[in-house]
T-cell receptor, first 113, second 112 residues
Framework: GESVGLHLPTLSVQEGDNSIINCAYS??????FIWYKQESGKGPQFIID?????DKRQGQRVTVLLNKTVKHLSLQIAATQPGDSAVYFC????????????FGKGTRLSVIA | DGGITQSPKYLFRKEGQNVTLSCEQN?????MYWYRQDPGQGLRLIYY???????QKGDIAEGYSVSREKKESFPLTVTSAQKNPTAFYLC???????????FGPGTRLTVL
């Protein structure tokens, strides 16, 4: 079946460095992708999203890159801070905007002070 | 104060009892969703509703039931038929036609 997954389950980075979290997807019909941040014991928080007609989208300290050729999505966090420590999930949605999101398993980001 | 609220934050029940988790939103969102999250795992879809009085099963609907009598409310009942109900339950919602889905703070259910 179709799936969304992550290359790395855990990632440790030094404070101030840039972080890159990767996500692979297999459904070529997916046209919308989204990243969430989840802190321990809390609900996922929206970070940034991108539609399939774009390759790159930037937010505040975050950038999402989409490579449709290899079905790869990445989240880049600039100047990583201790507050960025959390689990990050990617999700995709195929076809119409009414189908539910399909979530990957998540990557834990640990920031070393 | 707007948003998605889930209550209570922590819930304890004895095995064999049904329990209902609350999810309310005042964002005027059309679609609402329930997910289950187990430790160190991703989110799995239980049920979702696109409009009032209509809902669809997700990937793991067995042992759960929902209702959508009001636009702002989407309660989830965990029945005694759910074999392993202890988990973190997350509710989400979004506007029809919009992309971004927002989550509530979650309810941690522990069945003793």
């Amino acid at each position: 079946g179709e799936s969304v997954g992550l290359h790395l389950p855990t990632l440790s980075v030094q404070e101030g460095d840039n972080s890159i979290i990767n996500c692979a997807y297999s459904n070529s019909a997916s046209d919308y992708f989204i990243w969430y941040k989840q802190e321990s014991g809390k609900g996922p928080q929206f970070i940034i999203d991108i539609r399939s007609n774009m390759d790159k989208r930037q937010g505040q300290r975050v950038t999402v890159l989409l490579n449709k050729t290899v079905k790869h999505l990445s989240l880049q966090i600039a100047a990583t801070q201790p507050g960025d420590s959390a689990v990050y999930f990617c999700a995709e949605r195929a076809l119409s905007g009414n189908t539910p999101l399909v979530f990957g398993k998540g990557t834990r980001l640990s920031v070393i002070a | 104060d707007g948003g998605i609220t889930q209550s209570p934050k922590y819930l304890f029940r004895k095995e064999g009892q049904n329990v209902t988790l609350s999810c309310e939103q005042n964002l005027n969102h059309d679609a609402m969703y329930w997910y289950r999250q187990d430790p160190g795992q991703g989110l799995r879809l239980i049920y979702y509703s696109q409009i009032v009085n209509d809902f669809q099963k997700g990937d793991i609907a067995e042992g759960y039931s929902v209702s959508r009598e009001k636009k702002e409310s989407f309660p989830l009942t965990v029945t005694s038929a759910q074999k392993n109900p202890t988990a973190f339950y997350l509710c989400a919602s979004k506007l029809a036609g919009a992309d971004t889905q927002y989550f509530g703070p979650g309810t941690r259910l522990t069945v003793l």
